[in-house]
Nanobody, 121 residues
Framework: QVQLVESGGGLVQPGGSLRLSCVAS????????MGWYRQAAGKQRELVAL???????NYADSVKGRFTISADNAKNTSYLQMNSLKPEDTAVYYC???????????????WGQGTQVTVSS
């Protein structure tokens, strides 16, 4: 089994910063990419950022220049540094990992439980 655990959410004022972490653990052979989605109340889940194992990244237009995704491959961990936060960034943030488990020839998407980010004064 593979588990993803997120941390780092919370309440922050507009213009502030937060850093989210996502640790993948369990029977992992390899991870091809990791990333973050978010879902605001009453809205669909949307991709925020992703990072491929080689280091390439992709961002939603709404967060470009403010958010930075990174990964520590040795620790199976991804990070989302969020700066210049806006009220519209308020959402539950979910991390995911595209994993090939040990003794498996297939890849699966695993999700974290979600962490709340609230941007408000």
């Amino acid at each position: 089994q593979v588990q993803l655990v997120e941390s780092g959410g919370g309440l922050v004022q507009p213009g502030g910063s937060l850093r989210l972490s996502c640790v993948a653990s369990g029977s992992i052979f390899s991870i091809s990419n990791m990333g973050w989605y978010r879902q605001a109340a009453g809205k669909q889940r949307e991709l925020v950022a992703l990072i491929i194992s080689g280091g390439s990244t992709n961002y939603a237009d709404s967060v470009k220049g403010r958010f930075t995704i990174s990964a520590d491959n040795a620790k199976n961990t991804s990070y989302l540094q969020m700066n210049s936060l806006k009220p519209e960034d308020t959402a539950v943030y979910y991390c995911y990992a595209n994993v090939m488990p040990r003794r498996s020839g297939n890849r699966y998407i695993y999700w974290g439980q979600g962490t709340q980010v609230t941007v408000s004064s």
